[in-house]
């Protein structure tokens, strides 16, 4: 499996290289990691096409800008928030966030875990599903850890829009969970008969 080579590879020499435009360093650098970062890329993408096209981008800024990597903390943190902020640069350009913000829908959406009897690979098309500004401030916050300041730093929106955006996106996410379970519950009974 791909990677597990990422594990394998010494990365000081490769940076190294790397840094001096070394095609063949780039080359151990983008086979070591490019699955993991597509895997980023379709997070936080429309499609898979976007998502290759953001990768694509995402190792042009590795590589033009890892001089600017100075070896404190995580290479592979550093590479990801690369790919994070093109796919956030890719959303800006072709969308504006301007959503109202009502207070009383910030109410708590935890979606219950009883409800998430769903296949992995189910739960993540129905998060691909979401509208990309939904989308994009779920991933971040949900499955990243970013903060709503950090989120609204990032997308240069209020702390209160990337709440009520995630707010939004959790109770879409919470109907179409409900409603593939209510099909699959249907398709059991009628074909239990």
Known sequence: MRMNNRHKLDLKPL???CKKQDLKAQGELYNGYKDILFTICLKYCKNFEEAEDNLQDAFMAIFKNITKY???GSFEGWMKRIVINK???RYKK???INVMINDD???DTDIDTSE???PLDVILDTIQELPDRYRLIFNLYEMDGYTHKEISELLTISE???KSNLHRAKLILKEKIKSINLSQT??????GK
Do not use: M
């Open 70 to 72: 100075n070896g404190k």
């Open 116 to 118: 998430l009897s769903l």
């Open 105 to 107: 829908l910030l109410a």
């Open 160 to 162: 209160g829009t990337s």
């Open 186 to 191: 249907a398709n059991t009974i009628n074909y």
């Open 87 to 89: 796919a956030i640069d």
């Open 94 to 96: 072709d969308t504006f």
């Open 15 to 17: 940076i190294k290289g």
